[in-house]
């Protein structure tokens, strides 16, 4: 395996403070200019020879290394970089997880990655590509008019292993850094000695909060998590515009939910001295009760995120945050589990409360309906059959020449029908798989509940690649949200020993 270059170490100065990525509306080309605009209202952060910029998106995290005293258009990889993260994220050098990405030697534009073993000590650059991409750039930024040295990366974030849809925590990771120029000569490390000493890397606090448009938020309830209550239907099903950032299409809702407010009325009834509301759920067929529900969400406090803990009063009212303050879910009126509740259409409604004398009066509410269901699509496996004989599980089976093969009989059933689809393959071998059968969701389906019994392949026989023990799975997926991404799926398998006659 190709190694990373190893050479001489100072130490600037290193500020406490966390750095704070900012939302990146649209992804970000590499390819383009770092001052072309893409990268305006990135988060910043300063060190001894440049600039740090940051934005993400629900899948990249998109960082810039903006070098403005590398003025040397050096070739190849004379100047180049590390960048390290702590993926577990617990402040310590974690032998074959923790990351450090560097170029391939002689390759300016490929980003390679290898895993640490110890402190200053590594694998070697692994063979498998990684899911993330660098570009350098030599030219002039919005930090400095004078050309220089620029790295841009794009980062999956699931390779350093941090997502942005935790319910209850702020999306974060650890990170330290070289940049190695030729022309001038230096050689620095952000912060000194990271790569020792896990402790001292910068901790970098993601966006989780993209601008959802105005226009489409709801009067007061603005959105269930990252869905505008405006696209929520009369059955209380969810419906997004093509290639918004959460893509639903008449989807019910599950999970942990988070109703959050419409910013500009928050802010007036915050204006207004009214502080106070209530929260009412309304089941299937039933009448209206209390809503309560605890949660926590993390505070800015000018230095780091502080956990608040919020709760109803033993009269069900909840007290509004200040829309001023930076939380890491802005506007966030309730959070509240709902695995408990029987699938069907609910009612809830937010009432603000003014306080006129001794006496709470109803100010601003609204109601929306959501179909909340939590349960997982029915599947099976019923029935394997080689001819008309039933072949059971563990069984080994000669398969003869063509057309000779296999029909199977599947149920992927959703009784509510909020299925999202269906996925029937067999895997083999050293990890090899093969398709059998697979279905999504339309809208044309509706209400769609899936399949009871339903033979696969519709005519013919399924035949095998090659003789090999066999297991084939059944996967439905729900087409269920919590305002995140969809969530939920059940899935079940079979094994057999299918032998090529």
């Known amino acids: 395996m ?41 988060g910043t952060l300063s060190f001894s020879r ?54 391939y030697p002689g390759q300016p534009d490929k980003l390679g990655r290898q895993f640490y073993l110890g402190p200053g000590s590594w694998t070697g650059l692994q063979s498998s590509p990684s899911l993330s991409e660098v570009r350098q750039e030599f030219g002039p930024s919005m930090n400095s008019s004078t050309p220089h040295r620029i790295w841009k990366f794009k980062l999956d974030l699931k390779e350093i292993n941090v997502a942005i849809s935790w319910p209850l925590s702020t999306p974060f990771t650890y990170f330290g850094f070289r940049v190695k120029s030729t022309n001038p000569s230096f050689t620095t490390d952000f912060p000194g000695n990271f790569f020792k000493d896990f402790t001292k890397l910068r901790q970098l606090i993601l966006s989780r909060k993209p601008t959802i448009p105005s226009a ?23 419906t997004t515009d093509a290639g ?95 695995t408990a509740l029987l ?17 709470d009066v109803p100010d601003a509410n609204q109601t929306l309906g959501l179909f909340i269901d939590n349960s ?21 089976e000669t398969i003869g020449a063509a057309p000779d093969g296999l029909n199977f009989r599947i149920s992927a059933n959703d009784p509510e029908g909020n299925l999202l689809g269906i996925n029937f393959y067999a895997t083999y071998g050293a990890g090899q798989s093969v398709g059998i059968f697979s279905e999504g969701y339309t809208p044309a389906k509706g209400n769609w509940g899936g399949y009871t019994n339903h033979l696969v392949p519709a005519s013919g026989n399924w035949r095998p690649p090659q003789s090999c023990a066999y297991s084939f799975v059944l996967t439905a997926s729900a087409r269920t949200t919590n305002g995140y991404n969809y969530i939920g799926h059940n899935s079940i398998h079979r094994n057999l020993t299918l032998l090529l006659g």
């Open 2 to 42: 190709a190694k990373l270059r190893s050479l001489s170490i100072t130490s600037p100065l290193v500020f406490a403070m966390p750095f704070k990525s900012e939302w990146a509306q649209q992804p970000i080309d590499l390819n383009s200019p770092l001052n072309s605009g893409s990268w305006d209202d990135a």
């Open 50 to 103: 440049g600039v740090v910029l940051a934005k993400n998106d629900a899948k990249f995290l998109y960082l810039a290394l903006d070098v403005v005293q590398d003025t040397g258009n050096d070739s190849s990889t004379n100047d180049y970089f590390w960048l390290s993260f702590d993926v577990n994220r617990d402040r310590g050098i974690t032998a074959n997880q923790d990351i450090n990405y560097g170029l």
């Open 216 to 238: 489409q938020l709801g009067p007061l309830v603005g959105s269930v998590g990252l869905i505008p209550t405006t696209k929520i239907d009369a059955g209380g099903r969810a």
């Open 244 to 338: 918004y950032y959460v893509a639903v299409q008449n989807a019910a809702f599950g999970g942990t939910l988070n109703l959050i407010g419409n910013r500009a009325k928050i802010q007036d009834l915050w204006n207004q001295g009214i502080k106070k509301y209530r929260v009412e759920i309304t089941p299937p067929g039933g009448s209206a009760q209390k809503l309560i529900s605890n949660w926590s969400n993390y505070r800015w406090n000018g230095s780091t995120y502080v956990l608040e803990s919020f709760s109803a009063s033993t009269l069900g009212f909840y007290e509004l945050t200040n829309p001023a303050q930076d939380y890491s879910i802005d506007d966030l009126l309730i959070q509240f589990p709902t």
């Open 343 to 359: 699938p069907g259409l609910y009612q809830i409604k937010v009432i603000f409360y003014k306080r006129v004398g001794a006496v």
């Open 376 to 396: 997982l699509p029915a599947v099976n496996i019923d029935s394997i059959k080689h001819g008309r004989t039933e072949v059971s599980a563990c069984a080994i």
